[in-house]
């Protein structure tokens, strides 16, 4: 049985690094400055043999119905909702403030088990500000500091007392899922969306979740997490990052905004397959071809997703011409998938979860040996490699070593002799012949040994 806590408290307290600290990674941004997180994010926490789910929420903080920080508050209040207990943190060394007084009394009001954590207690100056915290009358304050892990030992005696004990089915069984294996075609697909600010990346997931998991705005930059959300469609399971919006490097200048575009280009590298979101009406700007550069570079299955297309006229072929802007300007993933769609109202949305799984089958795609065999005999017979310095290159075979993406390496007399534009010939036939739309292509050249070397050393 799961048993899931929310860590609540007012903004600056230290509840990321607290999350990060039970997660045992650094998920969470973590900065200096208030209000840093705005979603609600899930983790599974470790400490010592003792096992649940950690909500990390946005600081209790009041604000205009409607706006940004009202909106923030509603998230924390439904993670109040879903868990079965509470991690209210103070900042031990600010001591007591009037919102730790109000919001101790909206955790009161949940009916849920309460911990009171006094957060950065290390050294003299904590004691103060953690005694100050029998105020709240939730019982004796837990002095801790995530940042360093101190007082984790007296954390556990806390969560010990709350979290029940474990079915005696469940740990007589515990050793029993090494036997099973995970069949790899049932496997959630990792799914990052990603693009420039306020390109719709949030309302899209939301759409597919069906309720407001992820907060939107018309301002650009709302998220700063990258946030992943488990999502079933037609019976096939995804885990879909939702990441911040990623900028020109020269128009980034604040530590938050470095470490926001750090975090989704890490979502990006553990993504399987990356959907490029690009606004309908400023489609294929220099920004969005850098980023589907990186996403090749990466080596991911990439989709690429033209939203707000509800606000564009329908136009006669505009879909053909969309087809052909994505071949003109991403020669490097010709054939990707693109698919326009409307995450808010919802038009497009089977489409792209369709391009989806196609765009990862073709990444895990292995081609058989005897037909590569036969295609590559075809290809240099075709196009014959060129000389160079007078010399003729001689190709020997070709193999496929992994897929994720395909990856070849090509055996050859002269591999720093072979041009690129030939590579680029080999990568775009392989492309026909095979049917890898999109996917990015490896070929890794490799000399073949040479088995007269011996002779020509002996007669020098």
């Given at each position: 049985m799961s048993f899931t806590i929310a860590i609540i408290g007012r903004p600056n307290v230290g509840k990321s690094t607290l999350f990060n600290r039970l997660v045992g990674q650094k998920l969470a941004l973590v900065d200096d400055e208030p209000g840093v997180t705005r979603d609600r994010r899930e983790g599974e926490a470790r400490l010592g043999d003792l096992e649940f789910t950690v909500i990390d929420t946005a600081g209790l903080d009041e604000g205009a119905r409607g706006s940004l920080t009202a909106r923030m508050q509603e998230q924390t209040e439904t993670a109040i909702g879903q868990a079965d207990a509470l991690m209210f943190v103070i900042d031990a060394r600010a001591g007591l403030t009037p919102n730790d007084r109000a919001f101790a009394d909206f955790a009161r009001r949940a009916n849920k088990p309460v911990l009171l954590v006094a957060n950065k207690s290390e050294g003299k100056h904590g004691d103060a500000g953690a005694m100050e915290a029998y105020a709240l009358g939730l019982g004796e304050p837990i002095q801790i500091s995530a940042e360093h892990g101190e007082g984790m030992g007296e954390l556990y005696d806390a969560l010990r007392a709350v979290l029940p004990e474990p079915p005696e089915e469940e740990v007589e069984t515990a050793g029993a899922e090494d036997e099973y294996e995970e069949d790899v075609s049932k496997r959630p697909i990792r799914v990052a969306i990603v693009g420039r600010p306020n390109a719709g990346k949030s309302t899209l997931i939301n759409y597919l979740l069906g309720e407001e998991r992820l907060l939107t705005s018309p301002e650009a930059g709302t998220t700063r997490d990258s946030i992943a959300v488990e999502i079933e469609w037609k019976e096939r399971g995804f885990r879909v990052f939702d990441t911040a919006g990623l900028r020109r490097r020269s128009r980034i200048e604040e530590k938050l905004e470095k470490l926001s575009v750090a975090d989704a280009l890490r979502a990006v590298r553990f993504a399987e397959v990356v959907v490029l979101m690009m606004d309908a009406q400023h489609r294929f700007e220099e920004q969005d071809l850098r980023i589907a550069d990186l996403i090749e570079r990466e080596g991911r299955a990439i989709v690429l997703a033209v939203n707000k297309w509800d606000l564009m006229a329908g136009k006669p072929g505009a879909i053909s011409a969309l087809r052909?802007?994505?071949?003109?300007?991403?020669?490097?993933?010709?054939?990707?998938?693109?698919?326009?769609?409307?995450?808010?109202?919802?038009?497009?949305?089977?489409?792209?979860?369709?391009?989806?799984?196609?765009?990862?089958?073709?990444?895990?795609?292995?081609?058989?040996?005897?037909?590569?065999?036969?295609?590559?005999?075809?290809?240099?017979?075709?196009?014959?490699?060129?000389?160079?310095?007078?010399?003729?290159?001689?190709?020997?075979?070709?193999?496929?070593?992994?897929?994720?993406?395909?990856?070849?390496?090509?055996?050859?007399?002269?591999?720093?002799?072979?041009?690129?534009?030939?590579?680029?010939?080999?990568?775009?036939?392989?492309?026909?012949?095979?049917?890898?739309?999109?996917?990015?292509?490896?070929?890794?050249?490799?000399?073949?040994?040479?088995?007269?070397?011996?002779?020509?050393?002996?007669?020098?």
């Open positions: 052909n802007d994505a071949d003109h300007w991403l020669p490097q993933v010709k054939g990707a998938p693109i698919v326009a769609v409307s995450g808010l109202m919802g038009e497009g949305i089977d489409r792209l979860m369709s391009a989806i799984e196609q765009a990862y089958a073709v990444w895990n795609k292995r081609v058989p040996t005897s037909a590569l065999n036969r295609w590559f005999e075809q290809a240099i017979s075709a196009n014959p490699p060129p000389a160079v310095s007078g010399r003729r290159l001689k190709l020997n075979y070709i193999t496929q070593t992994k897929a994720r993406p395909p990856s070849f390496v090509l055996f050859c007399s002269r591999a720093d002799a072979v041009p690129q534009s030939y590579l680029r010939y080999l990568v775009n036939s392989l492309r026909d012949a095979f049917d890898l739309p999109g996917t990015p292509i490896r070929i890794t050249l490799r000399e073949k040994a040479n088995p007269f070397a011996h002779k020509r050393k002996r007669l020098s």
